[in-house]
């Protein structure tokens, strides 16, 4: 079959999985990426062509350039598909596809997976729950807001792609020191109710409308939690047949159907409440989890979603069929931590149940795989202890989101 033009869109360091294996397929790779990222280890053998930009600040390229420098692209060159590897480049990927007429998701649906206002009012009209929130836009519909729902609240970016900026207020006073601070970007914002609970989150794989593939997580130390008090990420998945998974399983796959999500890979996060015990929807992304996620996911249930990724757009492409393998039922964790040396010394860590260590400079990142919940649970614990009594760091969160 014809061998397809493929454009990558990435403004971080990710994909290699995704871009190899697009290239195995038979497909020409063009990647587009931020200029201070030449020197990275990028799957070259797989890359056709490269184009860089300069970035504004981080993240964040001037897009009418890039539109521009699609177009003298396109004037060559046939592109078939343009793929957003990160969740900044969401919405790059968007513009240039409306722009330029390629198929796959338009602009007015990439808000429902990169805008956190959008996101909530589509999950609430879809019968979805979701924490109480408001836009802040008017003085009047903030002051309502937070007279009729109780603090904390908590004010997020609208489209920031980490946990960077986000603030909890525990009172009026707090509330409007910190839309005044704002300024400008306060349209930018949202309020939204805090609810305490546990935090999960789903991977899942979608071809033809249909959720093919499902992971269901839980966060042991969120990353919310962690970007603000320092700490190690941990995350463990959950037992195929446990109600929590059929649970988060089935709330997945109706917003993603809601949200009119056609196909490719998806990152969903949902919150359980302490107070009632009910599932709420916090936010969605059509993007493979961060975080090295993916590895978590691949241990437990043999599928690595970036290649499964990189099979379905194949497969649309060229019309043909997709199946994902059946996975393995494996229980995983993954432990990623700040640490004060470039590289931890690894052979303190080692124990059978590990499956890699995850080179990160100054960061300590290991998965751990087995057939019993209770010694995945236990390493976690275990490790975590042992990082923060001798090798953690901790930097300070930035108040101000970077983009």
Not at 161 to 180: C, F, T, V, Y
Not at 335 to 341: G, M, N, Q, S, T
Request: aromatic share 10%; with cysteine; glycine share 6%.
């Amino acid at each position: 079959m014809k061998e397809k033009t493929i454009v990558c869109i990435s403004c971080y360091y990710k994909g290699y999985d995704f871009m190899d294996e697009m290239k195995n397929l038979g497909n020409k790779i063009i990647l587009i990426t931020s200029e201070n990222l030449k020197e990275k280890n990028w799957p070259w053998h797989a890359i056709d062509e490269v184009f860089y930009m300069p970035e504004i600040k981080p993240s964040v390229w001037n897009l009418d350039h890039l539109v521009q420098g699609f177009s003298h692209l396109m004037k060559s060159r046939k592109i078939d598909a343009v793929i957003a590897l990160d969740d900044y480049d969401v919405e790059k990927a968007a513009l240039v596809r409306e722009t330029f007429r390629i198929p796959g998701m338009g602009q007015t649906t990439h808000r429902y997976f990169r805008d956190k206002l959008a996101m909530r009012q589509k999950a609430k009209d879809s019968g979805i729950n979701v924490p109480e929130f408001t836009a802040v836009f008017n003085d009047q519909e903030v002051k309502d807001f937070a007279e009729k729902v109780p603090a904390p609240w908590v004010l997020k970016p609208r489209s920031e792609a980490s946990a960077s900026g986000i603030k909890k207020l525990k009172s009026q006073e707090e509330l409007w020191a910190a839309l005044n601070e704002l300024g400008e970007e306060r349209h930018l914002f949202l309020l939204e109710s805090f609810k305490p609970g546990d935090v999960y989150h789903v991977d899942s794989l979608t071809f033809n409308k249909k959720t093919v593939f499902t992971s269901a997580s839980k966060y042991l130390a969120p990353p919310m939690q962690v970007s603000h008090e320092g700490g190690v990420f941990r995350t463990k998945t959950l037992g195929r047949y446990s109600d929590e998974f059929k649970a988060l399983d089935e709330v997945n796959a109706k917003v993603l159907s809601s949200f009119g999500l056609q196909n490719g890979a998806t990152h969903t996060e949902f919150i359980r409440s302490k107070e009632d015990g009910k599932w709420y929807f916090l936010e969605t992304s059509s993007r493979v989890g961060g975080a090295h996620i993916p590895d978590l996911v691949e241990a437990s249930s043999n599928i690595n979603i970036w290649r499964e990724w990189a099979k379905i757009e194949d497969a649309l492409l060229k019309g043909k069929d997709y199946e994902v393998a059946k996975p393995t039922g494996y229980y995983s964790g993954l432990i990623v931590a700040l640490i004060k040396d470039i590289s931890p010394n690894y052979k303190d860590f080692e124990c059978e149940e590990v499956v890699k260590f995850i080179p990160i400079d100054y960061h300590v990142g290991i998965v751990y795989k087995s057939n019993d919940a209770n010694i995945v649970q236990e390493r976690l614990d275990t490790t975590a202890e042992k990082i923060h009594a001798e090798l953690l760091n901790i930097i300070p969160p930035k108040d101000k989101p970077t983009s």
